[in-house]
């Protein structure tokens, strides 16, 4: 039986195993005080170019969602999302359970319109009865979206510009990061790089879970204390006077990630062995090709490639570290299903450049495939057809890919 249902299936890169076990012994302290956790922080900041980012190690995709979002919003405020948002939808009201409320807008294939973001925010600043509404606080998209698209760099670019515009805090959630980093959008048009989301969001987090790791997620804070200049920027510059200036006085009076530790705790989010992630993460954001905790004494490498079996995967470019070749494999994997299924003459519900793929199949379609494979249910079209998800993964070996293409 071949399996194409999540990119959660399998367990963690070879190198990250390694480290586990021949760590196992060691003491360190705890809650990611240790010195591994820091190593790990320091690799993240140098790969986005940050570094003065604050960097917090939590277990899962939900979990890092409710807490650092708890942590961006004031009591008065709400988040901006897709309909289709993953905290909208697949969340079980977590963040409305701590008493903050989703502001939907519709999707585009998965992604907020910036200018339909603007128009929410006008909305709301010029509605004489707004001490009666819930503020827009948050933007939060995920890259790649929960259709496999991503927002290409001048996207990014144009909706961190409203956030700054009407002081709104921008918030990417990176459950699949890896992939979204690796996407393949057509030529010239450009993909963000962690230093772009660095640089245009206020909190986004590495997704680890899906893309190489056991468990985990990194969130991170790129520029937690306010910039000096903030109030000669267009920060607010869309607001009444008197609220740009309460804005401003929000924003520069504590770090953005002031006592985030401490809202961790209270959320439940905290790890006692803190180091079972930040070994994770020191590993995934060395090179591509690094030496395993083991290999070290015997001259062997364990890279991505070798994991998978998949000697056309990406290159061990030294300045690409393991978390980049993970995602760039299972694109690859998921790029080659794609165009198989094309070619076999299947509907794509949306066309995805990450790793996950959206073939629409007729009932004697799931009858023939059903026997052989497993994937995942997405919607039923209005002409009783099924929208499926094929996902491929870091460790998506190339010959099941080829025995399921064989299968059209």
Same mark, same amino acid.
């Given at each position: ?34 010195? &591994? ?23 899962? #995709? ?11 919003? /004031? $009591?008065?405020? =709400? ?15 977590? *963040? ?6 989703? @502001? $939907? @807008? ?43 698209? &991503? ?17 709104? /805090?921008?918030? &990417? ?6 992939? #979204? ?9 450009? &993909? ?15 997704? !680890?879970?899906?893309? !190489?790791?056991?468990? =985990? ?21 869309? *607001?009444?006077?008197?609220? /740009? ?22 959320? #439940?989010?905290?790890?006692?062995? #803190? ?8 590993? *995934? ?13 015997? !001259? ?27 995602? /760039? ?7 080659? *299903? ?71």
């Amino acid at each position: 039986m071949l399996h194409f249902d999540s990119d959660y299936m399998e367990g963690a890169h070879p190198a990250v195993i390694e480290r586990l076990a021949a760590t196992n012994l060691d003491q360190t302290s705890g809650y990611g005080t240790d010195e &591994v956790c820091e190593s790990a922080r320091d690799r993240i900041r140098t790969a986005c170019t940050a570094p003065e980012a604050a960097v917090y190690f939590l277990v899962g #995709g939900t979990q890092a969602n409710i807490v650092a979002l708890d942590q961006l919003l /004031r $009591p008065w405020e =709400g988040v901006v999302a897709a309909n289709t948002g993953h905290i909208n939808g697949h969340e079980a009201g977590a *963040l409305e359970g701590l008493g903050h409320k989703i @502001l $939907p @807008l519709p999707h585009h294939q998965g992604k907020l319109d910036a200018e339909e973001v603007r128009a929410l925010a006008e909305a709301y600043w010029g509605d004489e009865n707004r001490d009666h509404m819930v503020a827009p606080g948050v933007v939060y998209i995920s890259q790649p979206t929960e259709y496999g698209t &991503v927002y290409s760099l001048p996207e990014l670019e144009a909706l961190s510009q409203v956030c700054r515009d009407f002081a709104l /805090r921008l918030f &990417v959630d990176g459950a699949r990061l890896g992939y #979204g980093l690796a996407a393949q959008l057509p030529e010239g048009v450009a &993909v963000p790089a962690l230093p772009d989301l660095a640089h245009l969001a206020d909190g986004f987090y590495i997704g !680890g879970t899906k893309v !190489g790791a056991l468990f =985990g997620e990194a969130v991170v804070f790129p520029h937690p204390a306010a910039p000096a200049n903030l109030a000669s920027t267009s920060f607010g510059c869309r *607001l009444p006077e008197a609220d /740009r200036i309460r804005a401003l006085a929000l924003r520069t009076c504590e770090p953005l990630d002031s006592h985030f530790f401490t809202i961790v705790k209270k959320r #439940g989010a905290l790890l006692a062995k #803190g180091r079972m992630l930040g070994i994770q993460f020191d590993e *995934l954001f060395k090179p591509n090709g690094a030496e395993g905790a083991d290999a070290a004494e015997d !001259g062997e490498s364990v890279s991505v490639v070798e994991a998978v079996g998949d000697a056309g995967a990406a290159a061990n470019a030294s300045d690409e570290t393991r978390y980049l070749a993970c995602g /760039r494999h299972g694109v690859q994997q998921a790029q080659k *299903l794609q165009r198989a299924f094309v070619d076999a003459g299947y509907e794509l519900a949306m066309e995805s450049p990450t790793n996950q793929v959206f073939p629409i199949f007729t009932d004697a379609d799931r009858a023939r495939l059903d026997p052989h494979a497993t994937y995942g249910f997405w919607e039923r079209t209005l002409d009783g057809r099924t929208v499926t998800r094929f996902a491929c993964s870091w460790a998506t070996r190339p010959e099941d890919v080829d025995a399921l293409i064989a299968l059209l």
